[in-house]
T-cell receptor, first 115, second 115 residues
Framework: NAGVMQNPRHLVRRRGQEARLRCSPM?????VYWYRQLPEEGLKFMVY????????ESGMPKERFSAEFPKEGPSILRIQQVVRGDSAAYFC?????????????FGPGTRLLVL | GDSVTQMEGPVTLSEEAFLTINCTYT??????LFWYVQYPGEGLQLLLK?????DKGSNKGFEATYRKETTSFHLEKGSVQVSDSAVYFC??????????????FGQGTILTVHP
C-alpha cells in the first residue's frame, strides 16, 4: 500500500511566481491536512480538507494561499505571488477519517525555496 | 488556545544511554497525544500515541505515559542507538464533540546519539 505521496519534493521559485504543491493521500483515505514547517520551527497546521470540501482553513494566511481536494486527483496547495517568507517545508498528511485519535500519515514533504 | 511545549534541545547522548524528552501540553477537553519522529530529509512518522489518561504508548523501545494530572507526555527510552538520531515532535489533537484530528505540535527536539 503506497504511502502519502507529495510532489515535487523540491521546488524553487522566484518572488512573484506561483507555487503548486500536490499531495496524493494513502489509498482509502479521504481526509487531508496540510502543515508548514518553517526553518528551525515545528509544524503548523494550515488547512484540513475532505473530498471537495474545505473543513478548516484557520491556519492558512488570508491572502495568496488556497487549497483544494477535488473529487478526482490529488490535493493541491497553491501559493500565488510567492515571497521569501514562504520558503519552508510543506507537509501533507492523510487519515481514513477525521477523528482526533486517528493516526495521520505524513508525506515526505515539499521543500519550497523562494529566491 | 491549545499548545505543546517540549524541552529545548539539542540533546546529545552516547549509545546505550537513557533518554528522556519532556513534553507538556495545554488544552481544554481530552486530547489525544502523539510522538512523531522525523529523520533527515523525510516526513514525520508516528512513533507512538495515547488517547486517554494513564494510557501508555510504546514502540521500538520508546514509551510515553499520558499523565493528565501533570498534563505531560514525556518520551523515554532505556538504551538509545545511533539510529535513533532524529527530530522528535510531541503533538496533540482534540477529541470530543465536533473536534477532529488537527495536530498541534511542539517545536521539536533534535536528538544526536554518538557511538
Amino acid at each position: 500500500n503506497a504511502g502519502v505521496m507529495q510532489n515535487p519534493r523540491h521546488l524553487v521559485r522566484r518572488r512573484g511566481q506561483e507555487a503548486r504543491l500536490r499531495c496524493s493521500p494513502m489509498k482509502g483515505h479521504s481526509h487531508v491536512y496540510w502543515y508548514r514547517q518553517l526553518p528551525e520551527e515545528g509544524l503548523k497546521f494550515m488547512v484540513y480538507l475532505q473530498k471537495e470540501n474545505i473543513i478548516d482553513e484557520s491556519g492558512m494566511p488570508k491572502e495568496r494561499f488556497s487549497a483544494e481536494f477535488p473529487k478526482e486527483g490529488p490535493s493541491i496547495l497553491r501559493i500565488q505571488q510567492v515571497v521569501r517568507g514562504d520558503s519552508a517545508a510543506y507537509f501533507c498528511a492523510s487519515s481514513p477519517d477525521g477523528r482526533a485519535l486517528m493516526t495521520q500519515y505524513f508525506g515526505p514533504g515539499t521543500r519550497l525555496l523562494v529566491l | 488556545g491549545d499548545s505543546v511545549t517540549q524541552m529545548e534541545g539539542p540533546v546529545t547522548l552516547s549509545e546505550e544511554a537513557f533518554l528522556t524528552i519532556n513534553c507538556t501540553y495545554t488544552a481544554t477537553g481530552y486530547p489525544s497525544l502523539f510522538w512523531y519522529v522525523q529523520y533527515p530529509g523525510e516526513g514525520l512518522q508516528l512513533l507512538l500515541k495515547a488517547t486517554k489518561a494513564d494510557d501508555k504508548g510504546s514502540n521500538k523501545g520508546f514509551e510515553a505515559t499520558y499523565r493528565k494530572e501533570t498534563t505531560s507526555f514525556h518520551l523515554e527510552k532505556g538504551s538509545v542507538q545511533v539510529s535513533d538520531s532524529a527530530v522528535y515532535f510531541c503533538a496533540l489533537s482534540k477529541a470530543g464533540g465536533t473536534s477532529y484530528g488537527k495536530l498541534t505540535f511542539g517545536q521539536g527536539t533534535i536528538l544526536t546519539v554518538h557511538p
